[in-house]
């Protein structure tokens, strides 16, 4: 059974659509949600952490909030240079010593 | 301050070759881990490092073997590649315990023929 799911697997948008990816996860007790950025050819950038429901981080125009099912990552008035894979992870009480990974969303801007 | 660096960046090998792939981390952190990122597959974890002196196996470890070499260098050896193991790796690090986030480097893109 898949720890961690990500939808959509891609997303188009025009320049300034508002938009939400959303990272759904079935683990028990969660210690935290990671959310990254990956440009195509380079490693994982971290962006957030989230450690409880109701948490929310900001950084320009991304927006992460969790829930204990799920989290969901806005993006406001997105740019093209938004463009990239977004990923979550968890690592919570029954994964052990892994984080599991999701399988990430495409994000594409359209100028 | 370079983060995370591997190398090499690419690699070809043939099926029985044998190579390492070496990681070395700058932020003084406690824990390393290597990961294989597969078309259609999240990051699966091959091995981890809590700490200096210790490795353990994570979900896919079959085929390799690693080396905690010091606390900046972890490294990554295919004993005898087969095609199965194309794919492309990242190494991690964190600073000690679960709630932390991990630093990924830019990855060896590996083809083995």
């Known amino acids: 059974e898949d720890q961690v799911t990500q939808s959509p697997e891609a997303l188009r948008l025009q320049e300034g659509e508002s938009s939400s990816l959303n990272c759904s996860y079935t683990?028990?007790?969660?210690?935290?949600l990671f959310w990254y950025r990956q440009d195509p050819g380079k490693g994982p950038e971290f962006l957030f952490t989230?450690?409880?429901a109701g948490e929310e981080k900001e950084k320009e125009r991304l927006k992460a909030t969790l829930t204990k099912k799920e989290s969901f990552l806005h993006i406001t008035a997105p740019k093209p240079e938004d463009s990239a894979t977004y990923l979550c992870?968890?690592?919570?009480?029954?994964?052990?010593?892994?984080?599991?990974f999701g399988t990430g969303t495409s994000l594409t801007v359209i100028p | 301050n370079a983060g995370v660096t591997q190398t090499p960046k690419f690699q070809v090998l043939k099926t029985g070759q044998s190579m390492t792939l070496q990681c070395a981390q700058d932020?003084?952190?406690?824990?390393m881990y290597w990961y294989r990122q597969d078309p259609g597959m999240g990051l699966r974890l091959i091995y981890y490092?809590?700490?200096?002196?210790?490795?353990d196996k994570g979900e896919v470890p079959n085929g390799y073997n690693v080396s905690r070499l010091n606390k900046r260098e972890f490294s990554l050896r295919l004993e005898s590649a087969a095609p199965s193991q194309t794919s492309v790796y990242f190494c991690?690090?964190?600073?000690?315990?679960?709630?932390?986030?991990?630093?990924f480097g830019d990855g060896t893109r590996l083809s083995i023929l």
């Open positions: 991690a690090s964190s600073n000690r315990g679960l709630y932390q986030p991990q630093h």
């Open positions: 932020m003084n952190h406690n824990s």
């Open positions: 989230l450690y409880s």
């Open positions: 683990v028990s007790g969660l210690r935290g």
């Open positions: 490092s809590a700490s200096e002196g210790t490795t």
């Open positions: 992870a968890v690592s919570a009480s029954n994964t052990g010593n892994q984080f599991y």
